[in-house]
C-alpha cells in the first residue's frame, strides 16, 4: 500500500499515513494526462476573434466604375478583400475550442498524476490546516515550516475554506484546490502538493467511482 509522511503545521513529521491504493499506485498513463491538459486549455481559449467578410462589410453597393474603357482593372465593389476597407477573407470568426474527453480518462489522468507526485516525493500530507481568520502572514509560515517558500504550491482541501482562501491567494505560487475542483493542469503546474488529510478520503470518493 502507498505511504507518504504526515506531517503538521510546525512542520514535524506525525509518522506514515496509508494512501487509497486505487488512487495513489495507478499505473501511469502519459496519454491520458497529455489527452486532459491538452482539452483544458483549448476549454480556456475565448474563442471570440471576429473580422467581417465582403458580405458584412457596410457599403459597396455601387460598382466602383464601368467595367471596361477605363483603363483600370475591372471592379464590382469597393468592399473586395482587395480593397482597404474591404472584407478578410478566411478571417477569424467566433468559435469553440472545446475537445471531449471521457470522465473515466479525466479520473484516469488525476489518479495518474497524483501517483508521479507521490513517487516523485512531490506529495505532502498535513495533519491539519484550519485559521480562525486570514492570516497571510499564518500561511507563509506553514510553507516555511514545511520548506516550500518560495515553492509553487497546490493545497488540496476537503472543501471550501473562505480563511484559507484568503490568507494564501496572495503568496506569489500557490493556491488552494478543493477536492471537487481537481484538475490536470493545477495539479502538474506546481512543485508540490499538499492535501490536507480529511482531503484525502473524498479524493478516493471522486476519482473511484
Do not use: C
Request: hydrophobic fraction near 40%.
Amino acid at each position: 500500500m502507498p505511504q507518504a509522511i504526515k506531517y503538521d503545521i510546525s512542520g514535524k513529521e506525525l509518522g506514515n499515513i496509508d494512501l487509497p491504493e486505487r488512487v495513489f499506485n495507478e499505473n501511469i498513463n502519459k496519454h491520458a494526462v497529455h489527452q486532459v491538459v491538452v482539452a483544458q486549455l483549448a476549454k480556456m481559449r475565448q474563442g471570440t476573434a471576429s473580422t467581417k467578410t465582403r458580405g458584412e462589410v457596410s457599403g459597396g453597393g455601387k460598382k466602383p466604375w464601368r467595367q471596361k474603357g477605363t483603363g483600370r482593372a475591372r471592379h464590382g465593389s469597393i468592399r473586395s478583400p482587395l480593397w482597404v476597407g474591404g472584407g478578410v477573407t478566411f478571417g477569424p470568426k467566433p468559435r469553440t475550442f472545446d475537445k471531449k474527453v471521457p470522465r473515466k480518462v479525466k479520473k484516469l489522468a488525476l489518479r495518474s498524476i497524483l501517483t508521479h507526485k507521490l513517487e516523485t516525493g512531490s506529495l505532502i500530507v498535513l495533519d491539519e490546516l484550519k485559521f480562525e481568520k486570514p492570516k497571510t502572514s499564518q500561511m507563509v509560515e506553514v510553507l516555511r515550516n514545511l520548506e516550500l517558500e518560495g515553492a509553487k504550491v497546490v493545497i488540496v482541501i476537503p472543501e471550501k475554506d473562505k480563511n484559507l482562501y484568503l490568507s494564501a491567494r496572495n503568496i506569489p505560487g500557490v493556491k488552494t484546490l478543493v477536492v471537487d475542483a481537481l484538475n490536470a493542469y493545477d495539479l502538474l503546474d506546481n512543485d508540490f502538493i499538499i492535501i490536507v488529510n480529511e482531503a484525502i478520503e473524498k479524493i478516493e470518493e471522486v476519482l473511484t467511482r
